[in-house]
T-cell receptor, first 110, second 115 residues
Framework: QKEVEQNSGPLSVPEGAIASLNCTYS??????FFWYRQYSGKSPELIMS????GDKEDGRFTAQLNKASQYVSLLIRDSQPSDSATYLC??????????FGAGTRLFVKA | GAVVSQHPSWVICKSGTSVKIECRSL??????MFWYRQFPKQSLMLMAT?????????EQGVEKDKFLINHASLTLSTLTVTSAHPEDSSFYIC???????????FGPGTRLTVL
């Protein structure tokens, strides 16, 4: 069974701090990895994609991928209360399906 | 780019009736579309995967005769909940993927309430 594992949280960080969200995956053939943000009552929104080992930065977000350790993370710098949401990690292994983690709830305290 | 729309955004219906939800990719051709269901405070649950012009592939435990999926074109998929019951009340979300991307883009979701 291909799986994507995330700590459900909640992860609570003060405003302005760095929030670190982690994800592990079981399928070594996973090619592409994604982070989605889902606000309560809304659908998921894609915020980052990463395909190669290393870091990828986009504004306050940095995605990190380590295929040898089967680990992908998302760092949110200068966290804001508006970043409070559930963050979903996802892995695409080819074929038709993308496997989603259950999500980590993040609370940013003002 | 990569916008997916859903209609309606919410619907209330009586038990026993059928409800159709449309999902459209507005600025790309979606070779594969997905339908998810999400109950309050729970994870996304994949219901089915559909490819344009083919029959949908349903996840285990999802009744294909109850949740009818049609993916007739590269920009439109529909989900029909037949003979809806209160336990079908949920947040239904579609997503779409183009052949040139690996990303899935989600629609805004449809909140279904069955009385």
């Amino acid at each position: 069974q291909k799986e994507v594992e995330q700590n459900s949280g909640p992860l609570s960080v003060p405003e302005g701090a760095i929030a670190s969200l982690n994800c592990t995956y079981s399928d070594r053939v996973s090619q592409s990895f994604f982070w989605y943000r889902q606000y309560s009552g809304k659908s998921p929104e894609l915020i980052m994609s990463i395909y190669s080992n290393g870091d990828k930065e986009d504004g306050r977000f940095t995605a990190q991928l380590n295929k040898a350790s089967q680990y992908v993370s998302l760092l949110i710098r200068d966290s804001q209360p508006s970043d409070s949401a559930t963050y979903l990690c996802a892995a695409y292994t080819g074929g038709f399906k993308t496997i989603f983690g259950a999500g980590t709830r993040l609370f940013v305290k003002a | 780019g990569a916008v997916v729309s859903q209609h309606p955004s919410w619907v209330i219906c009586k038990s026993g009736t059928s409800v159709k939800i449309e999902c459209r990719s507005l600025d790309f051709q979606a070779t594969t579309m997905f339908w998810y269901r999400q109950f309050p405070k729970q994870s996304l649950m994949l219901m089915a995967t559909s490819n344009e012009g083919s029959k949908a592939t349903y996840e285990q435990g999802v009744e294909k005769d109850k949740f009818l999926i049609n993916h007739a074109s590269l920009t439109l998929s529909t989900l029909t909940v037949t003979s809806a019951h209160p336990e079908d009340s949920s947040f239904y979300i579609c997503s779409a993927r183009a052949s040139v991307y690996n990303e899935q883009f989600f629609g805004p979701g449809t909140r279904l309430t069955v009385l």
